[in-house]
């Protein structure tokens, strides 16, 4: 995958324009580039990481002359991304409401464009930043432009032990592995365009580049599910008589929906319970309210 050489920007504007043709990538990098200016403007000489960073948060979020009045937000409307474009850079630099994926890349590239050591990390259906910090790695919680403990994140995502030990969530990602990230929304563009057989393809060589990405595994594991759905089950043939090679061929589909789904579950990765988004959603809405009681 050559893209692993470019910075994030480039690589996310790159997979936002396979999901959306019309966005103009020139424009939105060009944007990138001048916040990036502006902030360095403002970085104190011998200034260190955290400082750099601080930097980047509040030009983000505060309202001033230096970001011209334009500060970002999360998006209360779309709190859990259900909308494919609301993760794209350029929805989120023209609305300046966003999302865990919006976010965080952004204060990403922002990063990387200001020489800081930056990568992006994951908690289950969140992705976050580090900051390397006198060799330590800080966390960076996009979403609320300040910084939060991998236990904070454990206890508000539920993380198992057994998920820390296979390291598949709070660590510093590998480029390869931060491009795998960047990358999933195509995942989902091809999901929603009923591109199964691509899907996997695209899944494939995701995971080749990292193997224990659960969220590639997930969807792996629903691309089969769909495609046996589409064959199968809304033709009513899974309960009639079929043709040996029929058979094969619903035995594999189903077997492989398990096998992917089984093997995210061995590395940690639980499925949501169903109370978790509806918990979400209420700090969500005590956040909406205290917006609403400041403004």
Known sequence: MADQGRDVAAIKVA???FIDPT?????VLRQIDEMAERIRTRIPHGADAMERTGLILEYLSEDSEWNRHQTFSYDLDDPLGTKLENKLLSTYLTTRRGNCVSMPILVLALGQKL???MTLATAPS???VKVRHNGAWINVEATSFGMMTDESYRAKTQISDLAIANQIYLKPLSKRESVVVVTEAILEKLKTAGLQKTRLD???KLLSYDPKSVQTMLHKGNAYFRMLKEEFLDRGLSSGPLSDQSKLRYRHLQRENRHWFSRAESLGWREPRANDDQRYLEDIRRKRSSVEGDG
């Open 15 to 17: 997979v936002d324009k």
């Open 23 to 27: 966005i103009d990538e020139a424009s």
């Open 115 to 117: 020489g800081l050591d």
């Open 126 to 128: 969140h992705v976050f």
């Open 202 to 204: 695209v899944a494939d």
